[in-house]
C-alpha cells in the first residue's frame, strides 16, 4: 500500500467508539494499521492527532487524522465508495439512519456507563432508564427494519454499527451487572436484530473475547464504585 493511501487506527479494544470504527473497516474491506492505545498514558501521536478532545479512536488517512467515531464513520463512507455502504444511497433512509445512530449515541451510551458506575438504589434507577430509552428505540425500529429487506448483513450500516458497539457484549454485561438490557421478552426486536447483527462476518471479527470484556468491565465498575465511595 502506498504511503498516502495508509490507514491507520488509533483505539482502544475495549472501547465502544473504537469499535464503531473498526466495524466499519472490516465491514468495508479497509485494509489498516491498529495502535492500541493505553488511555492512563496516551501517546504523543493521539494527543497530536486529538489535540482537542485527546481521545480515541483518531483514524489517521493520508496522513491527516479524523477525530469522532460518528464523523468518522461518514469519512469512511464517502472515502471509500467500494463495498456496501454505511449509510443508504436514498436521503429520506439516510436521515433515518443519522437521527437513529445519534439516538443511540445522545441517550443509551451515557445511560449505560451509568449503569456499571452505580450499584444498589442508583443503578436500579440507570437500569430504568435505560430501559426507558430501549423502549423508545424498541418502537423505532419496529418501523425502521419494517422498512428493508429482513437479512441484516444486506443492511448494515452506521444504525447496526453504533447499536452493537454499545450492546454486543451483552453476555459480559450480564455476567458483571446481574442484569440484562436487551431483554428479549421486553424488546423482541432489538433482540432478534442484535442477533442477526452478531451473525455478521464483520462483526465476530471485532468481537473480543467474552473473559477479556468481563475481566475490563469488572476493573472499571470497581474503580468507578471505589472513587464514588470516597467523593
Known amino acids: 500500500m ?13 472501547s465502544p467508539y473504537s469499535k464503531r470504527v473498526e466495524l466499519a473497516l472490516n465491514f468495508k474491506g479497509i485494509p489498516y494499521e491498529y495502535v492500541e492505545e493505553d488511555l492512563r498514558n496516551k501517546s504523543e501521536l493521539l494527543l497530536q492527532y486529538n489535540p482537542v478532545h485527546k481521545k480515541v479512536p483518531v483514524l489517521v488517512h493520508n496522513g491527516n487524522a479524523i477525530a469522532e467515531s460518528i464523523v468518522i ?4 463512507d464517502e472515502t471509500w465508495k467500494h463495498g456496501p455502504n454505511l449509510l443508504p444511497a436514498d ?9 437513529w445512530s445519534t439516538f443511540i449515541q445522545d441517550q443509551l451510551v451515557e445511560a449505560t456507563f451509568l449503569v456499571v458506575k ?3 438504589e442508583a443503578q436500579q434507577k440507570a437500569v430504568d432508564q435505560v430501559y426507558e430509552k430501549l423502549n423508545v428505540l424498541e418502537n423505532g425500529m419496529k418501523t425502521y427494519l419494517a422498512e428493508r429487506d429482513a437479512k441484516v448483513e444486506s443492511n448494515f450500516g452506521i444504525v447496526e454499527i453504533v447499536f452493537s458497539a454499545l450492546f454486543g457484549c ?15 421478552e421486553k424488546f423482541p426486536v432489538l433482540f432478534s436484530w ?3 447483527i452478531a451473525e455478521v462476518e ?3 471479527k471485532a468481537t473480543p473475547p467474552h473473559e477479556k470484556v468481563v ?8 474503580s468507578a464504585l471505589k472513587s464514588s465511595a470516597a467523593a
Not at 170 to 184: R, S
Open 91 to 99: 436521503s429520506y433512509r439516510r436521515a433515518q439512519a443519522r437521527f
Open 170 to 184: 451483552y453476555k459480559a454485561h450480564e455476567e458483571v451487572l446481574g442484569t440484562k438490557f436487551i431483554v428479549p
Open 118 to 120: 452505580t450499584d444498589g
Open 194 to 196: 442484535l442477533m442477526g
Open 73 to 76: 464513520l461518514e469519512y469512511i
Open 202 to 204: 464483520a462483526v465476530k
Open 215 to 222: 475481566g475490563i468491565l469488572q476493573l472499571f465498575r470497581q
Open 2 to 14: 502506498a504511503e498516502k493511501d495508509k490507514v491507520i487506527l488509533h483505539g482502544m479494544w475495549a
